[in-house]
């Protein structure tokens, strides 16, 4: 499945974004999802996980209450909203759909990668 992220800018200490991921396939309903992030100069990380049909939802600590990540399976599209971002919130974001109807959190698990969309919080 192809992906395409959207979404990002640059936005103050305090406010909120919301990333979209449009997906090329109607069997985007089938794949759990999942959003991963990359600061300048570290390794991509986790961020959040949705199972295919949106009942089960999982999120790395350094995001829990902040973030919500959904999805649209009648648009084909995957979302993650990020409230009181915070500087170290700084990075590209990934979408990616994952190798099963499952949420997961390794990104091995996942085999298709959306070409990233930067957010740039400002202190």
């Known amino acids: 499945v192809q992906l395409q992220a959207y979404g990002g800018g640059l936005v103050q200490a305090g406010g909120s974004l919301r990333l979209s991921c449009a997906a090329s396939e109607r069997t985007f309903s089938r794949y759990g999802m999942g959003w991963f992030r990359q600061a300048l100069g570290k390794e991509r990380e986790f961020v959040a996980a949705i199972n295919f049909s949106g009942s089960n939802t999982y999120y790395a600590d350094s995001v829990k209450g902040r973030f919500t990540i959904s999805r649209d399976n009648a648009k084909s599209t995957l979302y993650l909203q990020m409230n009181s971002l915070k500087p170290e919130d700084t990075a590209v974001y990934y979408c990616?759909?994952?190798?099963?109807?499952?949420?997961?959190?390794?990104?091995?698990?996942?085999?298709?990668w959306g070409q990233g969309t930067q957010v740039t919080v400002s202190s």
């Open positions: 990616a759909a994952a190798r099963s109807s499952y949420y997961h959190t390794a990104q091995a698990d996942f085999g298709s």
